[in-house]
């Protein structure tokens, strides 16, 4: 048997939507100090965002990498540890230690599972021989040297049909691709093709107009309904299966960056927490769970039906920090999430369409010029501003 430690907050997971609602809640509560506990066993937190850039030759991978114990609010305790299983009806869960950790409340913010075993031969394959992927931070750079390293030939890039973290991330690196390949005075002999598992481009017709148009301008073919099934990476070859007519299609590729499929976190789907789908069910305007009262949850985990990206958890972070503040001195929730998210679709070096937008589907801009033209200045704050606001202010709480 293992022992037993109590904390006031028990958040899990130290990523994005972890530490900032962590560094909200002790920026709000101080006297909160060490009774907050994060836990996660990663020691790297990531700043992902960027990784469209790290493929694209456009940032360095080293620059979206900090150690997990200097993004740490000092005020909180953290537990390098892994979370095996939940049991909200003791207000316990249980660590990978052999640990219990008993909370009064819980913030469950553990992200997203990334499936390469969906995708057969993809694990084998990715890495090696044209097979890249911005989704690891492991693989980034490979995307980088394909890129680079292209001669000519196919270029594929694919997007699953399962939700997955950034959905306009599988064609802004295609967009990167295609600009490069013109630069490098290769593109007359490349054929770039965008395979998706979804039905459009993007979700929102505001942004899809101009990306549809991208599309055209760049000559890029895209197909729609189309999922990855399998890679055989010796022979080069793609196998896809078109989520309507059944139909398969083999692609004999060059390079193919591949966007893996995603899911809710094994650990969430199997717990009494989790919705039928397996996402961490949680009311979408209050973010608390909505069967257990004193859990609260954010970011790709949950089923809020919105775009997976940080810029939405920029606004959940508030929410739940308020929201379970408020509950904890038996007040009214009075935070209200809309179920903003936030694209910054790039299509190409120093071009950009920053689309922001609710559960609605409606357009909720921060600048007062048209968001859906591509545009550089958008591209320059992707590039060189939101890391530093993400590491300096959404991490410390303060925005
Ligand atoms: C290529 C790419 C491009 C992107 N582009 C953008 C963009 O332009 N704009 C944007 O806003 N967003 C973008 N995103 C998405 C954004 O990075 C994510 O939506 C965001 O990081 C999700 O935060 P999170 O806290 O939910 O999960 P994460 O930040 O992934 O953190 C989850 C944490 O939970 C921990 N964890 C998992 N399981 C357990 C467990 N059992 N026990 C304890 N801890 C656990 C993990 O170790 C991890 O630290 C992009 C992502 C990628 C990959």
């Known amino acids: 048997m ?134 690891s931070y ?65 979700q929102v017709k505001r942004y899809a107009d101009t990306l549809e148009e991208v599309i055209q301008r760049k000559q890029i073919k895209a197909n729609y309904l189309e999922e990855l099934i399998e890679i055989n990476g010796s022979e080069k ?37 989790s919705d039928v789908a397996g996402w961490l069910d949680v009311d979408p305007y209050t973010l608390r769970h909505n069967q257990f009262k004193n859990v609260f949850g954010a970011g790709d985990c949950t089923n809020l039906p919105t775009s997976k990206t940080g810029a939405a958890i920029r606004k959940q972070a508030p929410t739940v920090a308020e929201n379970l503040l408020a509950v904890m001195e038996n007040k009214d929730m009075k935070q209200r999430y809309d179920g903003y998210t936030s694209c910054p679709l790039v299509t190409g070096y120093n071009r950009l369409v920053l689309a922001e937008f609710d559960y609605d589907k409606l357009a909720k801009e921060s600048f007062p010029i048209d968001q859906s033209k591509e545009r550089a200045s958008m591209y320059f704050m992707k590039k060189s501003l939101l890391p530093i606001m993400y590491w300096n202010g959404m991490l410390k709480g303060t925005m």
């Open 138 to 202: 492991e693989y980034v750079s490979d995307t980088w040297s394909n890129i680079e390293q292209f001669n000519g030939g196919t270029a594929i890039f694919t997007q699953p049909s399962t939700p997955i973290k950034c959905g306009g991330a599988p064609q802004k690196i295609m967009y990167l691709a295609d600009d490069y390949f013109r630069k490098n005075g290769i593109r007359d002999k490349t054929e770039i093709r965008f395979m998706s598992g979804i039905a459009n481009i993007f």
């Open 237 to 273: 070859l793609a196998f896809f299966k078109n989520i309507e007519t059944k139909e398969k299609t083999t692609l004999a590729y060059d390079m193919i960056h591949v966007t893996p499929p995603m899911g809710p976190p094994k650990f969430i789907a199997e717990s009494p927490l």
């Open 2 to 135: 293992g022992s037993t430690k109590y904390y006031s907050i028990a958040i899990v997971g130290a990523g994005t939507a972890g530490i900032s609602i962590a560094a909200r809640i002790l920026r709000m509560a101080p006297h909160l100090k060490e009774k907050v506990v994060l836990i996660d066993p990663a020691e790297k937190h990531y700043y992902q965002p960027l990784w469209t850039l790290v493929g694209g030759g456009a940032a360095l991978k080293e620059d979206t990498v900090r150690d997990q114990k200097d993004v740490i609010p000092n005020e909180a305790i953290w537990l390098k540890d892994q979370v095996v299983k939940f049991n909200p009806t003791e207000n316990q869960v249980q660590l990978q230690s052999g640990l219990t950790i008993h909370y009064n409340y819980l913030v469950v913010a553990a992200g997203i599972e990334i499936l390469w075993d969906k995708v057969k031969g993809l694990k084998e394959a990715i890495g090696q021989d044209g097979v890249c992927s911005n989704y």
